[in-house]
Structures are given as structure tokens and as C-alpha cells.
């Protein structure tokens, strides 16, 4: 049972850390600029990175922002597009399948690092 307990609050641990470090600590100018700056996609990533290097690691905190920088290459490209075609469920669905993607892999690599 107290593995069980372990892994339930490592999950909760990863998913609050991926609000902050997606949500919280991205700008405004990350948010519009990274679907056409690859600076701007670098910068997100870098910022992301933060709080997960304090509590995971160097080593799962480098594996999960290259995740995040390929993840949200494609993603923030697809809804850049959907939201200038005002394809408003689609752009929002691709927005739940980015989390869902983040979500997965930094489940994953905490798994496979474990």
C-alpha cells in the first residue's frame, strides 16, 4: 500500500509542478511567440525546466524539456493555425491532447528513471 501512496503523490507532485512550470511561469510573449520563435520555444522550455530540476533531478528535468520542446513544436504550430481558421473545438481538443502528451511523458520518464 505505501508504494501505492508513493506513486499517487509522485503524480500529484508532476502534475502540479507541469501547471506551474506550463502555466504559471510561461508570458504572454512565450505563449504567443514559441509557434513562430524557435527563441521563444527555447525560452518556454528553459523557464519549464525550472521547478522540475529542483525536485526531480538534472537528469529527468533535461530528458522532459527536450519532451516539452518537440511536444510544443508541433502543438503550438497546430494551434496557432486552428485559432487563425477559428476552428475553436479543434484548437481546444489540440490544447487537451499538448497536456495529455505533457502529462504522459513526464509520467513515464519518472518510471523509467525510477
Same mark, same amino acid.
Request: without cysteine; proline residues 1%.
Given at each position: 500500500? %505505501?508504494?501505492?501512496?508513493?506513486? +499517487? ?7 502540479? *509542478?507541469?501547471?506551474?512550470?506550463? &502555466? #504559471?511561469? !510561461? ?5 504567443? %511567440?514559441?509557434? $513562430?520563435?524557435?527563441?521563444? @520555444?527555447?525560452?518556454?522550455? #528553459? ?7 529542483? #525536485? &526531480?533531478?538534472? !537528469?529527468? +528535468?533535461?530528458?522532459?524539456?527536450? *519532451?516539452?520542446?518537440? $511536444?510544443?513544436? =508541433? $502543438?503550438?504550430? =497546430? +494551434? ?5 481558421? /477559428? ?9 487537451? @491532447?499538448? /497536456?495529455?502528451?505533457? @502529462?504522459? $511523458? @513526464?509520467? *513515464? +520518464? ?5
Amino acid at each position: 500500500m %505505501r508504494d501505492g501512496k508513493i506513486m +499517487t503523490n509522485t503524480i500529484l507532485i508532476l502534475i502540479w *509542478l507541469h501547471f506551474i512550470a506550463d &502555466f #504559471v511561469l !510561461q508570458s504572454n510573449k512565450m505563449a504567443t %511567440r514559441k509557434s $513562430t520563435s524557435w527563441l521563444w @520555444l527555447t525560452n518556454h522550455v #528553459v523557464w519549464y525546466m525550472v521547478p522540475f530540476i529542483f #525536485v &526531480f533531478g538534472v !537528469q529527468f +528535468t533535461l530528458i522532459n524539456g527536450a *519532451l516539452h520542446f518537440i $511536444t510544443d513544436a =508541433v $502543438t503550438s504550430r =497546430v +494551434t496557432s493555425h486552428l485559432w487563425k481558421k /477559428q476552428e475553436v473545438h479543434w484548437f481546444f481538443v489540440t490544447i487537451g @491532447l499538448d /497536456q495529455a502528451i505533457h @502529462l504522459t $511523458t @513526464l509520467i *513515464l +520518464t519518472y518510471n523509467l528513471l525510477s
